[in-house]
Structures are given as C-alpha cells and as structure tokens.
C-alpha cells in the first residue's frame, strides 16, 4: 500500500464511450503523474502536474484530457479511444518534480 | 535506441542465489531509479541515488557515473521477490523519468 489509489482497476469500453480515472493520493504531496504501460514498452510518461499547474504534456493525443482540481485528485478523462490505447494507465505521486515517486496499483484499460 | 538499457530482459533462478541486473544509460542524469513491478500492475520504488551505493534489506543497487551503469542486487533470492525490476532515470532540470524496458526475474522455489 503506497498511499496512492486509483480506481477503477479494470475498465472495458468501447470506441464512442467517455469515462474518467481517478487517481488520489494521501501522502500530502504536490506533484502528480500520470503514466501509460503498453504490453513489451517502457513505461511512457504522459502528463505532469505540480501545485495543480499542468508542467509536462508529452505530445498526447487530445483524446486524453488530463484534470487536477487540488493537489490530492487527479484525473484523466478519455473520449474515443482506440484499441491501441488499451494498457495499463498508473498514476504517481511525489513531494515535489524531481523526488521519489510512489505509484498507484493502475487501472488496466481494454478498449473494444 | 532506448536510453535506458537494461539486462538481461529475463532471468530465471533458484530460491537462495544471488541475482544481478544491469541497467546502462546513454544520457547525463541528476539520479537512477530502481523500481519493482508485481504481477498485477502495482510498482514500488527501491531506491533512488545519485552516487555510490544504497542498501536495503537483501537489496542493494550501485551505481558507476563514469561508466553510466547501475546494478541492483538481491542476495538470498526468494520466490516473492519475482516481479518485473525497472531502471529509470531523471535528468537534471526535468521532472521527466526515462525507463528501461524491465528485467523479468522469476525465482523457483
């Protein structure tokens, strides 16, 4: 237990579908993350937030709509996705840019 | 060509052996992470330096700057200790973490 939870775990959703991951941590830290693991690839940072302000955007599709309303809570929105966007989105938590990150279980995303 | 290279990509063992992976980067970096994967998803940070040498437990990880390589050690191996091991990096002035592929290590009893 990291102190980091995200929900749902599992998600299954078709192409025209919109859903939301929730990613919230409670180790009073500011900076969050959120990752996408596909099958065979290196984990691939997707967006950064610290103190709430979006600093990293890794040249994501729009499809992807990032939200962090306070330094706890962290969202992705997801609005036709492709089946190539299936795989396992973590999110993480640190202090601050730069320290030890702790990670979320991931919520391992299927899209038909 | 990843940045971040690790080795080998599997590594099968017996519970009790002493197991090394290697990680090796091609780029300036301000620390090395070393990060353990179960099954299932979840992953949890073993450690993070900059120089020299961490301990904890049955694991160590060293890291070599001139050369560009770290290694992570577990000693005693045991089958719970079977998970996926990351190497990522950071660089100096970005808050972006650069991973290797893993090393899937599988420990029989």
């Known amino acids: 237990e990291t102190g980091v939870t995200q929900t749902p775990r599992h998600l299954v959703m078709g192409m025209t579908n919109k859903k939301s991951l929730k990613c919230e941590q409670h180790?009073?830290?500011?900076?969050m993350y959120w990752y996408k693991q596909s099958a065979k690839k290196p984990l691939e940072l997707m967006f950064v937030?610290?103190?709430?302000?979006?600093?990293e955007n890794n040249s994501v599709p729009s499809r992807f709509s990032p939200e962090c309303p306070n330094s706890s809570h962290l969202f992705l929105h997801l609005h036709t996705l492709q089946p190539e966007d299936s795989a396992l989105y973590l999110c993480?938590?640190?202090?601050?840019?730069?320290?030890?990150?702790?990670f979320g279980p991931g919520t391992r995303l299927l899209v038909l | 060509k990843n940045e971040v290279e690790q080795s080998p990509q599997n590594l099968t063992a017996q519970e009790g052996e002493f197991i090394t992976i290697n990680c090796s980067y091609s780029?300036?970096?301000?620390?090395l992470h070393w990060l353990q994967q179960h099954p299932g998803g979840g992953i949890v940070s073993l450690f993070m330096?900059?120089?020299g040498k961490k301990k904890h437990g049955r694991l160590i990880a060293t890291i070599n700057i001139q050369e560009k390589h770290s290694s992570l050690h577990i000693t005693a191996s045991h089958p719970r200790d079977s998970a996926v091991y990351i190497c990522?990096?950071?660089?100096?002035?970005?808050?972006?973490?650069?991973f290797g592929k893993g090393t899937k290590l599988t420990v029989n009893p």
């Open positions: 990522a990096v950071s660089q100096g002035g970005s808050e972006k973490l650069v």
């Open positions: 180790l009073g830290h500011n900076a």
């Open positions: 993480a938590s640190s202090r601050s840019i730069q320290e030890t990150q702790y």
């Open positions: 330096l900059s120089s």
């Open positions: 780029v300036g970096i301000s620390a």
């Open positions: 937030y610290s103190l709430e302000e979006r600093v």
